[in-house]
């Protein structure tokens, strides 16, 4: 069956230090992997996407930027983060069904 | 510019009531859409979908109904469940299959409390 991993689960961290958070998906080949971020109180937004490895698209202008070093291993980073990057980050996976998500990390940037 | 969006930021049903959620679009590309429930410091999980070319889409408790040409559609639980209580996403995309899959468009979300 197939799995997704995140972490950390939870991340505080002080502006202007940098991030990287870590997804990875078992049991599957060659998945669309995509990074999302729920802002307090508003819905998900797609930052993220990939159809394999070393192929990255953005969706929206930001401080972050993403990497797809392996098939099945999805990573997004900061080299110095914003207050305004405080949220709940999950990464999502899809072959052919609709996106399954994982748990999410919280971060909270003080 | 808010492209899915669900006016009720909150819904209280007796248990073993209908639960209507309500969802509406504003982009015609917008050929597939979705519903995720989701708990706190979670991630959603689906629910279900529904093409297009639908106007209803049934699974046990849950039913999809599409209305294309007034950009809505909504959400029925028939009956509701205290475990039913969560946030429902609606989310949209502009296609079944390929990256369109992945790349949704969500609501705000509304929060559902069923009471016992």
């Known amino acids: 069956s197939q799995t997704i991993h995140q972490w950390p689960a939870t991340l505080v961290q002080p502006v202007g230090s940098p991030l990287s958070l870590e997804c990875t998906v078992e049991?599957?080949?060659?998945?669309?992997l995509y990074w999302y971020r729920q802002a307090a109180g508003r819905g998900l937004q797609l930052l993220f996407y990939s159809v394999g490895i070393g192929q990255i698209s953005s969706e929206v202008p930001q401080n972050l930027s993403a990497s797809r070093p392996q098939d099945r291993q999805f990573i997004l980073s900061s080299k110095k983060l914003l207050l305004s990057d405080s949220g709940f980050y999950l990464c999502?996976?899809?072959?052919?069904?609709?996106?399954?998500f994982g748990p999410g990390t919280r971060l909270t940037v003080l | 510019d808010q492209q899915v969006k669900q006016n009720s930021p909150s819904l209280s049903v007796q248990e073993g009531r209908i639960s209507i959620l309500n969802c509406d679009y504003t982009?015609?590309?917008?050929?597939?859409f979705l519903w995720y429930k989701k708990y706190p410091a979670e991630g959603p999980t689906f629910l279900i979908s529904i093409s297009s070319i639908k106007d209803k889409n049934e699974d046990g408790r849950f039913t999809v109904f599409l209305n294309k040409s007034a950009k809505h559609l909504s959400l029925h639980i028939v009956p509701s469940q205290p475990g039913d209580s969560a946030v429902y996403f609606c989310a949209a995309s502009g296609g079944a299959g390929g990256t369109s899959y992945g790349k949704l468009t969500f609501g705000q979300g509304t929060i559902l409390t069923v009471h016992p």
């Open positions: 049991g599957t080949s060659n998945p669309n």
């Open positions: 999502a996976w899809s072959v052919s069904d609709p996106p399954l």
């Open positions: 982009n015609s590309m917008f050929d597939y």
